[in-house]
């Protein structure tokens, strides 16, 4: 089961920001959490990860608490081509395993 | 940049059966995964593959299923006995091993329909 849980829809305006929120609050020290996107039936697409420090990419920003059990994924200006599922995973990853689990994601749907 | 390509786009075939799918990872890229997705759920896990071996497979991935890397550039999915419930995208990924977490990077994905 995926670790992580996220609304299953947002609406945003394009050119404000979307911040979309994901719980993982089992999380183990050395997980890294990741947001992915699914625009329609494309596969999914990477954007960020983190482990405890903000990030910041040409995409995105990325900020967890300090407890690590929660974190935010910032679309400082979303556009119509934003639209689309995004996932927060905390990747399982050991010597002999390393799997994403999809949850059902955020449905983000951007309008005019 | 760099991208996992994967073909056909779609494949049609009858029940029972053999498809393989063909994936492109990313070239520096020395860990490869299989994933699918039934219409309208989940992406689901299938196989991890390092190192010319399987390092994790799920519950899905049974005895109909095998990957391989039959030469520098390719990974392929076999399903040797098409099930209608096989009917699925398939998405291929690919990662770095590097310096720190590297992502896992998807392609386009197979849609696969079984007749």
């Known amino acids: 089961d995926a670790k992580t849980t996220q609304p299953p829809s947002m609406d945003c305006a394009e050119g404000r920001a979307a911040n979309l929120p994901c719980n993982h609050s089992?999380?183990?020290?050395?997980?890294?959490v990741y947001w992915y996107r699914q625009i329609h039936s494309q596969g999914p697409q990477y954007i960020i990860h983190g482990l405890k420090n903000n990030e910041t990419n040409e995409m995105a920003s990325l900020i967890i608490t300090e407890d690590r059990k929660s974190s935010t994924l910032i679309l400082p200006h979303a556009t119509l081509r934003d639209t689309a599922v995004y996932y927060c995973i905390v990747r399982v990853r050991s010597y002999n395993t390393d799997k994403l689990i999809f949850g059902t994601g955020t449905r983000l749907q951007v309008f005019p | 940049e760099p991208e996992v390509t994967q073909t056909p786009s779609h494949q049609v075939t009858q029940m029972g059966q053999e498809v393989i799918l063909r994936c492109v990872p990313i070239s520096n890229h020395l860990y490869f995964y299989w994933y699918r997705q039934i219409l309208g759920q989940k992406v689901e896990f299938l196989v991890s593959f390092y190192n010319n071996e399987i390092s994790e497979k799920s519950e899905i991935f049974d005895d109909q299923f095998s990957v391989e890397r039959p030469d520098g550039s390719n990974f392929t999915l076999k399903i040797r006995s098409t099930k209608l419930e096989d009917s699925a995208m398939y998405f291929c990924?690919?990662?770095?091993?590097?310096?720190?977490?590297?992502?896992?990077?998807f392609g386009d994905g197979t849609r696969l329909s079984i007749l």
């Open positions: 089992t999380i183990s020290g050395n997980e890294y």
């Open positions: 990924a690919s990662s770095n091993p590097g310096t720190g977490n590297q992502p896992q990077h």
